[in-house]
């Protein structure tokens, strides 16, 4: 399996409250994302990093900020959380651009679900 | 353009039996069409992946179709076993573009 690792695996927090979120990856590859996936909407794509310091958005950003200081590290923050970002979080990495090609293809962790309440 | 139209939602298959999970896109310029598998409480895993320049891939017991014409692709699972329960993915990415995620399917195998 890739080594990524991601923080909490767990947690509940209060409609309002801030949030972050940790992804720490130990295969060196250039390019992190964060997805979310709720039921009937599959893997939607939150924000992506292409170096550090360098991210953008993805389709479903409003709400989200992420950062990157370190090649190894993708935080997501949810600056204040609301209801509709309750959903199970996933950190993914690749060293193909795109999220995925044929030599090198997108790994995923084991995800961080999170309630607001 | 952007789509990947993955069907059914969900699908029950005895012991067995042969798993069928479709996917369909439009944008041409795809090209690489992975499949993940996801067991509950974990991430999604690459389970198998092709090119559009070969029209079957085989690992085992599963395989893609794919259609190039018909831009279509699927997966099929032989002699599928309890263990095989998850939810599948299909995918599609070009160089240009994010990958693009089917909405998945949840596959049970009954024993």
């Known amino acids: 399996d890739a080594g990524i690792t991601q923080s909490p695996r767990h947690k509940v927090t209060e409609t309002g409250t801030p949030v972050t979120l940790r992804c720490h990856q130990t295969?060196?590859?250039?390019?992190m994302y964060w997805y979310r996936q709720d039921p009937g909407h599959g893997l939607r794509l939150i924000h992506y990093?292409?170096?550090?310091?360098?991210?953008d958005k993805g389709e479903v950003s409003d709400g989200y900020s992420v950062s990157r200081s370190k090649t190894e590290d993708f935080l997501l923050t949810l600056e204040s959380a609301t209801s509709s970002q309750t959903s199970v979080y996933f950190c993914?990495?690749?060293?193909?651009?795109?999220?995925?090609?044929?030599?090198?293809?997108?790994?995923f962790g084991n995800g961080t679900r999170l309630t607001v309440t | 353009q952007q789509q990947v139209k993955q069907s059914p939602q969900s699908l029950i298959v005895q012991k067995g039996g042969i798993s069928i999970i479709n996917c369909a896109y439009e944008?041409?310029?795809?090209?690489?069409f992975p499949w993940y598998q996801q067991f509950p409480g974990k991430g999604p895993a690459l389970l198998i992946a092709?090119?559009?320049?070969?029209s079957e891939k085989k690992e085992g017991r599963f395989t893609i179709s794919f259609n190039k014409s018909a831009k279509q692709f699927s997966l099929h699972i032989m002699d599928s076993q309890p263990g095989d329960s998850a939810t599948y993915f299909c995918?599609?990415?070009?160089?240009?573009?994010?990958?693009?995620f089917g909405k998945g399917t949840r596959l049970h195998i009954l024993p």
């Open positions: 993914a990495i690749s060293d193909a651009w795109s999220g995925g090609s044929y030599n090198s293809p997108l790994h």
């Open positions: 295969e060196n590859h250039r390019y």
């Open positions: 990093s292409y170096g550090v310091k360098d991210t």
């Open positions: 944008n041409t310029a795809f090209d690489y």
């Open positions: 092709i090119r559009p320049d070969v």
């Open positions: 995918a599609a990415s070009n160089p240009y573009d994010k990958i693009i």
